[in-house]
């Protein structure tokens, strides 16, 4: 326990003391910092009449809606309905930069740990593999909860200072966050093991996550490939991860929309515990 709680100390601090962790946050405080100072909301009985940035009008956010007639209007946006936009966008965006940017700055560490030097340290004691690699993984996770955290922490604040309303469940998207990187990192952790090579893991990762977006049009998508094919790709919908689907269920948390399936966030957490066991089989077994 003392070994794993050491691995998780160290890889916690090893990733705060790289520039990509440490840029992301002092990039997100800067936009939240000044987006808190140039944002202006005009707000007349619950609905938003006028948006300003930098001091000039962004235009008056409207909606189209049915009249019982069936005429369609357009009406002001209520605040509500603003907050909950911004927040699903915001989701959005932090959902790809954790994937994007953290992956770079986390799968260094995991092949640095098992390189020659490295491990003929580490496994010359008698702690057990396993509990090295959960310490290990354990304190990305802690880095990552923290980071996320602090995103959606940071537009909670500015949601609230400027319309005195929060929508959404922002603890929500903050666990779906998390949950998706860990499940991207575990074909890091795979990988790590097996060839040592961060480059490598980093290629194979990013390109599950490029091909889960053919995901998001798997029924047009189905309808033109030829039946021989269509099997194929059905297969790999229910075996790959489904990166890109669920980002529709962190702004679906953010934003108070519906959750229409949560088939792509449990599908996803199943291939990632996969990867995790065959990770751990591999280290166990492996000659260092």
């Known amino acids: 326990m003392s070994a794993a709680f050491e691995m998780m100390k160290l890889t916690f601090l090893e990733l705060w003391s790289r520039w990509v962790t440490v840029g992301l946050f002092v990039a997100s405080s800067l936009v ?161 093991v097996t060839t040592e090579s961060s480059a490598l893991s980093l290629i194979v990762t990013y390109g599950l996550i490029i091909a889960s977006v053919s995901f998001l049009f798997r029924d047009t998508l189905e309808l033109q490939i030829n039946r021989p094919w269509r099997g194929v790709y059905v297969g790999l919908y229910h075996v790959l991860p489904n990166f890109a689907e669920t980002t529709k269920i962190a702004a679906g948390f953010a934003g108070e929309d519906p959750i229409g399936s949560w088939y792509p966030l449990i599908s996803t957490c199943l291939f990632a515990l996969v990867m995790y066991v065959a990770a751990a089989w591999r280290l166990s077994v492996r000659d260092l």
């Open 32 to 192: 939240w910092i000044l987006l808190s100072f140039t944002l202006n909301l005009d707000i007349v009985e619950g609905s938003l009449t006028g948006v300003r940035i930098l001091g000039q009008d962004a235009g008056v956010p409207r909606e189209r809606v049915e009249t019982a007639s069936g005429e369609a209007v357009q009406q002001f946006v209520t605040l509500n309905m603003f907050v909950s936009q911004i927040q699903s966008f915001v989701a959005g965006v932090a959902y790809w930069a954790a994937a994007f940017l953290g992956l770079f700055a986390a799968a260094p560490l995991l092949p640095g740990m098992l390189s020659r030097g490295q491990s003929d340290l580490l496994f010359s004691k008698p702690v057990p593999r396993l509990a090295l690699l959960g310490g290990h993984l354990l304190g990305v996770f802690l880095v990552v909860l923290t980071l996320a955290t602090y995103l959606y922490g940071m537009i909670w604040l500015v949601m609230i200072l400027k319309t005195d309303l929060v929508a959404g469940r922002m603890y929500g998207s903050i666990l779906v966050v998390v949950v998706m990187f860990m499940a991207m990192y575990s074909v890091v952790a795979l990988l790590s």
